[in-house]
């Protein structure tokens, strides 16, 4: 069999090296499992895609991975192609997502939200060092390496990921809704910048519990994220550091090219701990947990909806549920993509 994507492996089997554990999660395009090398102790994760329908991502992914090596990003160890399927066999990351780990930790302040900041900011500076943007930065695709305390975060999922040759501009529209730059919705063309702007909207999360652009409507949102309409709501943010607040400022600049870069952003005082609080922020935690069991509740039943899509049928339940949870809260967790184009 002759291989469909460079590097990776053809002539022998997954199965050949690795027994196939217990599933990790499932995504848009992929299903992770555990597994163990055989013969060893060593435990990998593997993603499982179909190569045939999901060829672009795939190739993208694996042709990003191959070239990066970074402690804050996953690392990809090697790729089985088989017929039907792709094998991609990563590091496994055990300490779980990044608002998983706050809503568990007994005391979290600004300093925490500093270091998980300064992991991200570092990762997509050595990203984009390497002509990669990512272009799907979001809490769920930050992972941390293990569950001791000072874990490295790392970042995942390059899917949508683009590597930039000689122009560094690109057009497709994708990324999830929530964290997506104004210029990927008015379709002009847009540089790495919309990285800083997605991590600016997490970090702006990481201090309070909510979306900077919440409202009523998808619609709404748009229009708020298009005109940078956002602000530093009381009660929620008298008490964070006016250095916590300038670094979002210029990572939710509305002009790209007066938005901090990565390499700067690692330079700012609150990114590098010099300006951080260590005040337990009790009310930040609590609207995280009601945040992320939201973004859960709404994955969840996104993934009923496709398979009812797929089979024709939606039962009637689950077209109530569709409703459920904060009416102010819009459906963020749907990927946006520019349908079969080829992603550029």
């Given at each position: ?40 102790s ?17 190739a993208?992914?694996?042709g ?76 769920e ?11 490295r ?145 709404k ?44 992603m550029?």
């Amino acid at each position: 069999m002759s291989c469909m994507f460079k590097g990776v492996i053809c002539d022998k089997a997954f199965g050949d090296y690795y027994i196939l554990g217990k599933e990790l999660g499932r995504g848009a395009f992929a299903s992770v499992y555990k597994c163990q090398q055989k013969g060893t102790s060593n435990f990998w994760s593997v993603k499982l895609l179909n190569k045939k329908k999901y060829r672009k991502v795939a190739a993208t992914e694996i042709g990003i991975l191959l070239k990066l090596k970074h402690p804050n990003v996953v690392r990809l160890k090697e790729v089985f192609e088989s017929a039907e399927e792709v094998h991609m066999v990563l590091e496994l990351v055990t300490g779980g997502e990044l608002f998983e780990r706050i809503i568990t930790r007994g005391h979290y302040s600004e300093k925490d939200a500093a270091c998980a900041v300064k992991d991200m900011v570092t990762a997509v500076a050595y990203l984009h060092r390497n002509g990669v943007v990512h272009r799907d930065l979001k809490p769920e695709n930050m992972l941390y390496e293990d569950l001791s305390e000072h874990a490295r975060l790392k970042i995942t999922d390059f899917g949508l990921s683009k590597i930039l040759g000689t122009d560094a501009t690109m057009h497709t529209v994708c990324g999830t809704p929530t964290y997506c730059a104004p210029e990927i919705f008015l379709g002009k063309k847009y540089t790495q910048s919309v990285d800083m702007w997605s991590l600016g909207v997490v970090t702006y999360i990481l201090l309070s519990g909510y979306e900077p652009f919440i409202a009523s409507t998808d619609r709404e949102m748009f229009k708020k994220i298009i005109k940078c309409d956002y602000e530093f709501d009381s009660p929620y943010w008298d008490a964070i550091s006016e250095n916590a607040k300038d670094l979002i400022r210029k990572m939710l600049m509305l002009e790209p090219n007066k938005r901090i870069t990565a390499e700067h952003a690692l330079k700012h005082p609150w990114v590098m701990g010099l300006a951080t609080k260590n005040v337990h922020m009790e009310e930040a935690v609590v609207q995280i947990k009601t945040f992320n069991a939201k973004r859960k509740l709404k994955k969840a039943t996104e993934a009923v909806l496709a398979v009812a899509r797929a089979t024709h049928h939606l039962p009637l339940d689950m077209v109530q549920m569709v409703n459920i949870g904060d009416s102010t809260t819009p459906n963020t967790n749907t990927n946006i993509t520019g349908g079969n184009e080829k992603m550029t």
